[in-house]
């Protein structure tokens, strides 16, 4: 197992490239599954879960390709395959994605039930709910979600739950709906723009989606859908990450593969905290800060507000504003693991229920940390840049599921940061 080691300290400088979008690129590679003919994806980041997906797309009959220039090709081989087994899928949750294109493309799916995650109860219940709605027949049976659907219906379908819509519930329903007879309309759908990256790839391979972008999306079923060539967008919550690690370091560093128009949830925030955002060029932006971190208050919310996966990052930074800040997580409640461990490098937050209260600190000190998810792995290594001395941050395995090579990107703008074996 790896860990990090980051010394705190430097001012980072220079520019960053950010890679394509893990939840961009997961569930267009499941969406693969629908076509006849070689898909081409390119900007798809080397990732631990991309990997993962690899694998379960090979163990459902598909030919899947790491160029050497890095772009992915799939094509279909063998259709008589359904399972996606419980040894992939317990380490990704997003597995869920190849439920909705098995149905549609071979009526039948045996997909495992993800199990539990550390950020939270993430029920299934809306998948399930849009693709019953539109004629499949799902039971569980063994840890599996066990489906059929010989044939597949346009419904009107309202995704609404405890935590308003689903981000991969809506891929789900979208990728069935597109080979469904009729017309569906998936109403209150999510409009991250994960979820219009994956529609326009659909549209790409012959899919009639009309309100793209919108909670409203109406599909229009077609027969079938024909292999295509993509580009996955920029990962918005890499490019967040790096807006945050030049906040809470107080450097300027430039920002390039970035759409802005992604962010705009997080640099709203982000300018109340202290820094400056300034567009320079098409998708590069200049980040740095010139003024004391301020606090804030914030919310997670679905797009385009304030993203519950930049909570941990943001927080790392509001543990050094002056002053207090409120952090109400309204996605995944218990979405918090990261709050003991900036506790162990100094920080003063106290969590109550949804919120965390966060009493900025003069400065952090070096210590040894566990990761415990993604994200929250992501803001250990910002506090780590800022703390005095040295941040051993244990199991980076969690970071590489979603980050591609952090510790080179941060090495390049200057950070002290390697990865080592844990003996
Ligand atoms: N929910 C339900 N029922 C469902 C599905 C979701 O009640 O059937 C609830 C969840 O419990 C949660 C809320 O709805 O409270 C939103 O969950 P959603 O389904 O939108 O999350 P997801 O699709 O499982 C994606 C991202 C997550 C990101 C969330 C929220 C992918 C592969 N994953 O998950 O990304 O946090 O949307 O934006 O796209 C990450 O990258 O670190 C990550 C966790």
New binding site residues.
């Given amino acids: 197992m790896d860990k990090f080691l980051v010394t705190g300290g430097q001012k980072l400088s220079g520019e960053v490239t950010i890679s394509g979008s893990?939840?961009a690129a997961?569930?267009i590679l499941a969406a693969t599954i629908l076509a006849e003919g070689k898909n081409v994806i390119k900007s798809v980041p080397d990732l631990r879960d991309v990997t993962t997906m690899m694998q379960i797309l090979r163990e459902l009959g598909v030919k899947v390709t790491r160029q050497s220039n890095g772009d992915i090709e799939t094509e279909v081989q063998d259709e008589s395959k359904s399972t996606a087994p419980y040894e992939l899928v317990k380490t990704m949750?997003?597995s869920i994605?190849v439920l909705g294109p098995l149905l549609a493309k071979r009526k039948t799916a045996r997909v495992s039930l993800p199990g539990g995650c550390v950020?939270?109860?993430?029920?299934?219940?809306?998948?399930?709910k849009g693709l019953t709605a539109l004629g499949a027949e799902l039971a569980e049976e063994h840890g599996y979600i066990v489906g059929k659907a010989a044939k597949l219906t346009g419904r009107e379908i309202f995704l609404g739950?405890?935590?308003?819509?689903?981000?991969?519930?809506t891929t789900n329903i979208l990728m069935a709906a597109t080979l469904a007879e009729g017309q569906t309309i998936i109403e209150n759908a999510?409009c991250?723009p994960?979820v219009q990256d994956l529609a326009n790839f659909l549209a790409k391979m012959g899919a009639k989606i009309n309100g793209i972008g919108t909670h409203r999306l109406i599909i229009d079923g077609v027969k079938s859908l024909k292999g295509t060539t993509h580009t996955v967008i920029p990962d918005r919550?890499e490019a967040g990450t790096f807006i945050m690690a030049s906040a809470i370091t107080g450097s300027q560093i430039t920002i390039k593969n970035c759409r802005l128009e992604h962010l705009s949830g997080v640099i709203d925030k982000t300018k109340e905290v202290g820094v400056s955002i300034v567009k320079t060029g098409e998708h590069t932006c200049q980040i740095y800060r010139t003024q004391d971190l301020k606090p804030v208050d914030i919310s997670t919310l679905?797009y385009p507000g304030f993203?519950?996966?930049m909570q941990a990052q943001l927080m790392a930074v509001l543990s050094l504003a002056n002053g207090i800040s409120v952090v109400t997580e309204k996605?995944?409640p218990d979405r918090f693991m990261h709050v003991a461990e900036l506790n162990r490098l100094g920080a003063h937050i106290r969590k109550e229920g949804p919120y965390a209260i966060i009493s900025g600190v003069k400065k952090l000190s070096g210590a040894p940390v566990m990761a415990s998810?993604?994200?929250a792995s992501a803001a250990l290594v910002l506090a780590g840049l800022a703390a005095e001395g040295t941040t051993e941050i244990q199991r980076v395995y969690h970071i590489d599921r979603?980050y591609e090579q952090i510790e080179k990107k941060l090495k390049k703008l200057g950070a002290d940061i390697k990865r080592v074996k844990d003996v």
């Fill in positions: 893990k939840n997961l569930p949750r997003a994605c950020i939270g109860v993430r029920p299934i219940d809306l998948h399930r739950g405890a935590f308003g819509s689903s981000v991969t519930g999510a991250e994960e919550i679905p993203p519950t996966d996605i995944y998810d993604l994200r979603g």
